[in-house]
């Protein structure tokens, strides 16, 4: 069926007038869809759920729907009270009133709306939008404090459960792929000795959980700093979009994640280690802004395991990327055969950058 047509099951008002290709993502099909009337205009986004990523696509919108209802009521009751216009995406329905339509191979359509006047950046452009990420992030985690984790399905069973990438790695280890590359590469070599080196790190979240200090909350899963809209007529944070991942989780591992992608400057893909540090300015901003919306529900067992966190995440995703090497590159895109080594070094140097601030961090986290 032709995706026009598709859209007509769907409840909007107005005309289609274009359909293009939106965005860069690497896992959905997305597109703007933009409708007329006479007197006004309405953009859209279009998403093709790609379920060789989510398996159960019916669990992510069903996921999708209890949490966006969730948040959309605390935000019209807490609007008041707001220093800004804090928004989130709605699932527009079909005309018979579901979420989402099937198309002739099974594959699941969604239209969700767009967050109008803000745009979203692939690096922190600088400290006051550090701040503003970490308003974003804090305020999200606030919205659904409050939410059941046992009502929804996880989406990606073992994503950020980093003693099961440890397992993975020392899986691949084994074959014979892997003893060639590390036979073949010095620095191949060192990302081993790094792992060795910092084994136990792999399970300070969990062990945290065991221990009853921290507890599941629900969580964003993908909190980068390209997923967090800041509206470009104030400058402030408005919303976080990509919600497929939005899970059962430690808030600790969506902390991390976020200053992992806000505090490197240099980025993912940088070939000269010099380049690669924890900026501490930055990661400043983020935890002023996070801290005053995440207040209500941080606990001091929360606040305990925050420098741990920022310090495990850059270790488990160098671990997923050199594991990914190990085995041949088969799961994260390369354009070269040595691009997740490399990736997997940018994510060590900046642990080890992390780990050299240590005083100065947990300082920082304290004066909140």
């Given at each position: 069926?032709?995706?026009?047509?598709?859209?007509?099951?769907?409840?909007?008002?107005?005309?289609?007038?274009?359909l293009?290709?939106?965005?860069?993502?690497?896992v959905n099909?997305?597109?703007?869809?933009?409708?007329?009337n006479?007197?006004?205009?309405?953009?859209?986004?279009?998403?093709?759920?790609?379920?060789?990523?989510?398996?159960?696509?019916?669990?992510?919108m069903?996921?999708?729907?209890?949490?966006?209802?969730?948040?959309?009521?605390?935000?019209?009751?807490?609007?008041?009270?707001?220093?800004?216009?804090?928004?989130?995406?709605?699932i527009?329905?079909?005309?018979d009133?579901?979420?989402?339509?099937?198309?002739?191979?099974?594959?699941?359509?969604?239209?969700?709306?767009l967050?109008?006047?803000?745009?979203?950046?692939?690096r922190?452009?600088?400290?006051?939008?550090?701040?503003?990420?970490?308003?974003?992030?804090?305020?999200?985690?606030?919205?659904?404090?409050d939410?059941?984790p046992?009502?929804?399905?996880?989406p990606?069973?073992?994503?950020?459960?980093?003693?099961?990438?440890?397992?993975?790695y020392?899986?691949?280890?084994?074959r014979?792929?892997?003893?060639?590359?590390?036979?073949?590469?010095?620095?191949?070599?060192?990302?081993?000795k790094?792992?060795?080196?910092?084994?136990?790190?792999?399970?300070?979240?969990?062990?945290?959980?065991?221990?009853?200090?921290?507890?599941?909350?629900?969580?964003?899963?993908?909190?980068?700093?390209?997923?967090?809209?800041?509206?470009?007529?104030?400058?402030?944070?408005?919303?976080m979009?990509?919600l497929?991942?939005?899970?059962?989780?430690l808030?600790?591992?969506?902390?991390?994640?976020?200053?992992r992608s806000?505090?490197?400057?240099?980025?993912?893909?940088?070939?000269?280690?010099?380049?690669?540090?924890?900026?501490?300015?930055?990661?400043?901003?983020f935890?002023?802004?996070?801290?005053?919306?995440a207040?209500?529900?941080?606990?001091d067992?929360?606040?305990?395991?925050?420098?741990?966190?920022?310090?495990?995440?850059?270790?488990?995703?160098?671990?997923?990327?050199?594991?990914?090497?190990l085995?041949?590159?088969v799961?994260f895109?390369?354009?070269?055969?040595?691009?997740?080594?490399?990736?997997?070094?940018v994510?060590?140097?900046?642990?080890?950058?992390i780990?050299?601030?240590?005083?100065?961090?947990?300082?920082?986290?304290?004066?909140?």
């Open positions: 069926m032709e995706l026009s047509l598709l859209l007509g099951e769907f409840a909007v008002d107005g005309r289609l007038v274009t293009q290709p939106l965005g860069n993502g690497n099909d997305t597109f703007l869809a933009v409708y007329r006479t007197f006004t205009e309405t953009q859209l986004v279009v998403q093709r759920i790609n379920s060789n990523v989510f398996p159960v696509p019916e669990a992510i069903s996921n999708m729907h209890k949490i966006t209802s969730h948040c959309h009521a605390k935000l019209q009751r807490e609007m008041d009270s707001s220093d800004r216009v804090w928004q989130m995406p709605r527009v329905q079909t005309n009133g579901k979420d989402f339509v099937k198309d002739d191979n099974g594959d699941c359509w969604r239209v969700i709306t967050i109008p006047s803000a745009t979203a950046h692939d922190a452009q600088s400290a006051e939008h550090a701040l503003e990420c970490g308003s974003v992030l804090g305020h999200f985690h606030h919205l659904l404090s939410f059941d046992s009502t929804v399905q996880d990606l069973p073992g994503f950020h459960v980093t003693p099961l990438y440890l397992k993975a020392d899986d691949v280890l084994s014979d792929l892997a003893a060639a590359r590390l036979d073949a590469s010095m620095e191949a070599r060192r990302c081993a790094f792992i060795a080196q910092r084994r136990g790190l792999a399970n300070v979240l969990a062990d945290a959980e065991k221990r009853g200090d921290i507890v599941r909350r629900m969580v964003h899963g993908d909190p980068k700093v390209n997923n967090i809209m800041i509206d470009v007529f104030t400058a402030k944070g408005t919303a979009i990509d497929d991942t939005v899970a059962p989780g808030v600790q591992v969506d902390f991390g994640d976020a200053l806000i505090c490197n400057p240099a980025g993912e893909e940088e070939t000269n280690l010099a380049k690669v540090k924890f900026d501490e300015d930055l990661c400043h901003a935890c002023k802004g996070y801290m005053a919306e207040a209500d529900f941080m606990t067992g929360d606040r305990a395991m925050l420098y741990d966190s920022i310090r495990l995440l850059p270790f488990e995703l160098g671990l997923r990327f050199f594991t990914d090497y085995a041949g590159n799961y895109k390369t354009r070269h055969p040595e691009q997740n080594l490399n990736r997997a070094r994510q060590f140097r900046l642990c080890e950058s780990e050299a601030r240590e005083r100065s961090i947990r300082a920082l986290l304290d004066s909140f």
